[in-house]
């Protein structure tokens, strides 16, 4: 006689979850590789979050004015949010932050390659807020749908705060397109330098992303990376014309059969060597954010001390009420 399979009717179960799109939650028992795959995918978006900060914040100091200063602050506070929140989705997975931190600056996990272009103009702000939030739109909407729960409930919120960051990015890129000769010039040279690496932020094509399949069984991913980058271009066409800029492809145009448009294909062997670390500006990302967590170890510290006494005084005061209250019932008795 054989023992029973007990992973058998848990696996069962967790396939109707799928099946019914339920939400899977950190209590219910899930396969270790579907575990796996979300906390290595929740930890590189949390990565990219924080390291996301760090080419607009360069600009916090230089913004023309209090308004674009006031707006470039509360945008990049914003991606620290959704750092945190993903932070906190992986450790409901069994994850800890402390590990996933090591491992993004010893260059163990990866954040999004697009955090590795510099920002060398104050357009380089609205491009990004257009582009890349865009972009992190057409990609995380269909995530607020994603099988567990509480990376879906995170995208909920974050893509209130992504669709601000757009908005605030095309509004700077339409106030600079009214302005002078050289305004527009600096539009269009941020527009030309950001699209190709934007329309990477997908991922490979679906034929060389391997993993793509396996995650859109588990209802972890809804469309597939070339699906979503259709998406990107045909949201950004009529952007572009409005706004009066040219996105930078000779090959796109609407096609009126497919009812989408054609457009060219990326350089991906540019992708490959800034995914392996040889981007313009990889370097410089993570040396900044490891000399930001060893700076920042005193608050650790000192957060777990105080947290360390507060535990202490309560349970001092736990134990002085139980031993009044045995007091009081050896008085009544
Ligand atoms: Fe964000
Ligand atoms: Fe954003």
Redesign the pocket.
Known sequence: MTAPDTAEPLQRQFDDTIARDHRVEPRDWMPDGYRRTLIRQIAQHAHS?II?MQPEGDWITRAPSLRRKAILFA?VQ??AG?GLYLYSAAETLGADRADLTERLIEGRQKYSSIFNYPTPTYADVGVI?WF??GA?ICNQVPLCRSSFGPYARAMVR?CK??SF??RQGYELLLTMMRGTEGQRAMVQDAVDRWWWPSLMMFGPPDGDSPNSAQSMAWKIKRHTNDELRQRFVDMTVPQAERLGVRLPDPELRWNEERGRHDFGTPDWSELQRVIAGDGPRNAERVSRRRAAHEDGAWVREAASAYAAKQAARAAGAAAATQGQAQAQEGTAA
Do not use: F, L, T
């Open positions: 979050e996301g945008k914003d991606e959704h807020g890349v939030d992190a974050v705060e992504e960051h757009q």
